[in-house]
């Protein structure tokens, strides 16, 4: 049994973590994205240390965000839920924005979800964002291909 000062250090730490978390994914750049007449506030995630961090140990997102998930190379990537308590779906993108497949993943799995092709991108939303506005694989993510371009 723990005593009460091993429980009250036990909720600090946990605390500094889950505020660490959300202290990270604040920090991370914003960009608006549309599918069509529907717009996506997204957090971009584009190098190692954000995208194996992702959507890690956030209780809730808004319905109309989401994180977009940018790939150093065109490949069949996969994503996972550890430690992830929202239930997602995730766009695999080609480097034009174009939608490969959409998968659905529960919270807390293991279970790998990938790309049926090589893709540049990754966009997670709530699960069902999708579904629910008609988008399927074909249609395309707009406002993804201006982060390719060279800065001037």
Known sequence: MLSFLN???????????????????QSLPLIQLSAGMHLIK??????????QQGL????????????L????????????????????????????GRILN???MQPQTLENHCAVKPAKFALEVNLGWFKQRGIQPGSKISGITELLKPLK
């Open 42 to 51: 997204a957090e971009v995630a584009a190098n190692n240390e954000h995208r």
């Open 7 to 25: 429980k009250c250090l036990l909720s600090a730490l946990l605390a500094v973590v889950v505020l660490g978390a959300n202290v990270q994914a």
């Open 102 to 104: 959409i998968e659905d």
């Open 56 to 67: 890690m140990f956030r209780q809730k997102m808004a319905s109309n965000e989401g994180m």
């Open 69 to 96: 998930f940018i790939f150093d190379q065109n490949a069949i990537h996969c994503m996972w839920m550890k430690n992830t308590f929202i239930p997602l779906s995730v766009a695999f993108l080609d480097e034009q």
